[in-house]
């Protein structure tokens, strides 16, 4: 049950993942005084952009005039047919490029044998039945699998292959009941945020009459007894205006399996603060709701609490203020244990007993230490911890009282996830990767500490051949960052290597040493891959991520350019060789480390990226993301925002480095309104030789649920991209097509 737990939840709704924009529609005016740009600029000998149209669009920020010529490819695309005949003619300059690449066709194939391994998700328990979902190599979308024991022959509950011809109905994530009866499906059309929620009947896998729909940003909490679940839901939103209007008045309903969503009641909400959003639990005994309520992308919660043994009760304030992080874990009666920042910013885990809820009755289970606490949970009558300990795992297991029992051997420098189950469990399943560790999937015995492998990908690569190491460099204001560096044994620093530098930095996201076949097909051809862990992000806690917001965001980009410095300096690589690689909050950290220093970088592939940081705020759930970056409404924020903002950072008449941003014509999170028109801004100024181009994806969106080809399909173009830009070839060793 991929992302299922509060904590990632949270993660994929308000931070990175929850990094999203929309643009209200241009009026007929201004449409009126478009104006063809002047001029078509030549990338190369053979390669000219189409002429796209500017508008005399003047803003006023604190006194500020901004122009913002490209206002009209705000338009939704899926509604304007101007704008979809300028994503038609950028697409057609951009795939007509990318054929030209002669080493295209074979990384595609080299990248589709690499992905196709059987890939498993860490198992999950509800009445006796295991579930787990599986993808066979290139499928599509991921299968759930159900066996009724640990022994029994496993079968197929839900195959979304089936859903859509193109794989781009995709399955969110899968829920089943306490007693194992009934597994309720979170469903995604076209890579939206919006969400129609299904609910099966086992064993037989019937589906049932329900259908919820206008979901979004949701988990489900079932009741104990399986009579059904609660979920958040936004109002149906005015006809035309569904990826365009803000997200406001999130509610908590109730749903009563079998019935019809017209039925459902009003659980949690609060009209008089439309812009809260709320997250529902319910304790492992069933005693108590709790209610998670969120505002930004911040970990600023407030938490609310209702008796469900109380007849007409409701859900009461327990922590207010919106000041700390608190992740529900479970119960033992009525203590209720948390993982908080609370006088912890790189977090602890507490007990508060709703009977004596007062912070200084609190007790205080596992102190902060040096490393951060980045989630837990509550299984087996234990406390299992999972810290960042320089941005890799580490898993600690205490007692309810707070006694350190373990930590659990982990096989290297990686990333451990999981850990989910119940108070009463004996066991639970974790998973386990890193840069060059494919996951495997363990069962964990509590009791014991052991750990067994339980499923194990296995993949048409070596292992043995490849390296990771984690290296320390120093930022421009003397910060010291940690960065990863993972490569084939057999490359040694020259000068001469194409290098690929990732990196985030915001939302308090850490960047963790994770399995991709993808970036191991980097690697394979020979490519060096590092990732920075900048400011901004969730590897030393709370002040590292603030130190990387608002007024101090300069931080991150500094952190960046750092990292490219030193693998320079080191003689990784050089200027001509280096590419920089970012995806959503990632892909504005392109954007502007090329804006600030276009000669340090060969190639740039921002994705999905937030692009304008002016109007960002306005549209859909973006007003969220002002946590992080301010708002151009406060006159010091603007300030800031206008300093950096990659639209507006576009010089004309620079030689910028080779660029290939990518979006996709549904994402209605970071929408394609940034990327168009920061591409149509940098294909104007562009004064070198390095192409400038945009590659539009159909029927997908800001990532999640993207079928397996379109992936493939898109990171191979990147990757025959940066062999073309970097100026380099492929190993003689390199599989042939």
């Known amino acids: 049950m991929r992302r299922s737990s509060l904590r990632v939840l949270a993660l994929c709704l308000l931070a990175a993942l929850l990094i999203a924009a929309t643009a209200a529609r241009a009026s007929e005016a201004a449409a009126a005084t478009a104006t063809a740009s002047s001029a078509v600029v030549p990338s190369s000998a053979a390669l000219h952009y189409p002429a796209t149209a500017t508008v ?28 979809q005949q300028w ?10 490029y990318l054929a030209g690449i002669p080493e295209r066709a074979r990384i595609q194939a080299r990248l589709h044998e690499i992905y196709d391994f059987e890939k498993y998700d860490v198992p999950v328990e509800e009445g006796g039945r295991y579930f787990y979902e599986h993808n066979d190599g290139l499928q599509n979308q991921w299968v759930v699998f159900v066996q009724d024991s640990l022994t029994a022959p496993a079968r197929v509950l839900v195959d979304p292959n089936t859903w859509s011809k193109d794989g781009t109905v995709a399955l969110d994530r899968y829920v089943p009941s306490p007693d194992g009866r009934w597994v309720a499906l979170m ?8 969400r129609n929620v299904r609910v099966l009947e086992l064993p037989s896998g019937k589906q049932l009459n329900d259908e919820l729909q206008w979901v979004k940003f949701s988990g489900i909490a079932w009741r104990r007894d399986g009579s059904g679940f609660y979920y958040c839901r936004y109002p149906e939103p005015k006809e ?12 908590v309903y109730f749903h009563r399996v079998g019935t019809a969503q017209s039925a459902d009641v009003v659980a949690y909400a609060r009209p008089d603060q439309p812009d809260w959003g709320m997250a529902p639990s319910v304790s492992e005994d069933g005693r108590y709701l709790v209610v998670t309520i969120w505002l930004g992308t911040d970990e600023r919660y407030q938490i609310a609490v209702q008796d469900l043994a109380k007849e007409g009760g409701k859900a009461e304030m327990l922590i207010s203020g919106f000041d700390y992080a608190y992740d529900f874990l479970g119960n033992q009666g009525s203590e209720l244990f948390f993982r908080t920042t609370k006088d912890a910013p790189r977090g602890r885990l507490v007990a508060i007993d709703l009977a004596h809820p007062e912070p200084a009755r609190w007790r205080e289970v596992v102190a902060q230490s040096a490393d951060v606490v980045e989630s837990a949970t509550l299984v087996g009558n234990r406390l299992v911890a999972r810290y960042l300990k320089d941005a890799r795992s580490e898993v600690k297991v205490y007692s309810l009282a707070g006694a350190l029992e373990r930590t659990v051997e982990l096989p290297g420098i990686g990333t451990a996830g999981g850990f989910g189950g119940h108070a009463d469990d004996t066991e639970t399943f974790y998973s386990y990767s890193s840069f060059t560790t494919p996951p495997t999937i363990y069962r964990y015995d509590v009791a014991t500490g052991v750990s067994t492998p339980f499923k194990q990908a296995k993949v048409a690569f070596d292992p043995s051949r490849y390296t990771v190491e984690q290296v320390f460099y120093r930022s421009k204001d003397g910060t010291r960052v940690p960065m990863f560096l993972a490569h084939r044994k057999d490359v040694t620093p020259n000068a001469d290597r194409p290098t690929l530098l990732y990196g985030y930095g915001g939302f308090n996201i850490p960047s963790r040493p994770t399995f991709s076949p993808t970036r191991l097909g980097w690697m394979e051809m020979g490519g060096v891959y590092a990732v920075a862990n900048l400011r901004g992000g969730g590897e030393y806690g709370e002040e590292w991520h603030k130190a990387g917001t608002k007024l101090h965001k300069q931080n991150v980009f500094d952190d960046f350019i750092a990292a490219a410095e030193y693998l320079v300096a080191q003689g990784w690589t050089k200027p001509q060789r280096l590419a920089v690689l970012g995806g959503s909050n990632g892909g504005l950290l392109v954007g502007a480390v090329v804006n600030q220093r276009p000669d340090l970088f060969g190639a740039a592939l921002p994705a999905v990226g937030v692009m304008d940081m002016l109007r960002f705020h306005q549209f859909t759930a973006g007003r969220f993301w002002v ?13 800031a925002l206008y300093a950096y903002s990659p639209y507006h950072n576009v010089k004309p008449g620079t030689k910028y480095p080779a660029v290939l941003a990518t979006t996709a014509d549904h994402d209605d999170r970071v929408v ?20 400038v181009l945009v590659r539009i994806e159909t ?13 493939l399909a898109e990171i191979g173009d990147q990757w025959a991209f940066l062999v073309k830009n970097l100026g380099f070839t492929l190993p003689s060793d390199y599989p042939a097509k």
């Open 699 to 711: 029927r997908a969106g800001h990532g999640s649920g993207k079928p397996t080809d379109k992936i």
């Open 240 to 251: 035309g205006a569904e990826f365009q209007s803000l997200n406001k008045n999130h509610t």
């Open 87 to 96: 994503v038609d003619a950028e697409n057609k300059v951009t795939f007509d």
């Open 56 to 83: 005399d669009q003047v803003d006023t920020y604190h006194g500020v005039a901004v122009r913002d010529p490209y206002r009209w490819l705000e338009e939704d695309v899926r509604e304007s047919p101007r704008v």
């Open 187 to 194: 469903v995604q059309d076209g890579g939206s945020d919006w």
């Open 672 to 691: 394609p309104l940034h990327t168009f028109k920061y591409i149509s801004a940098l294909q104007a100024a562009q004064s070198g030789p390095a192409p």
């Open 627 to 639: 946590d992080d970056y301010g708002s151009a409404d406060d006159a010091k924020e603007f300030q």
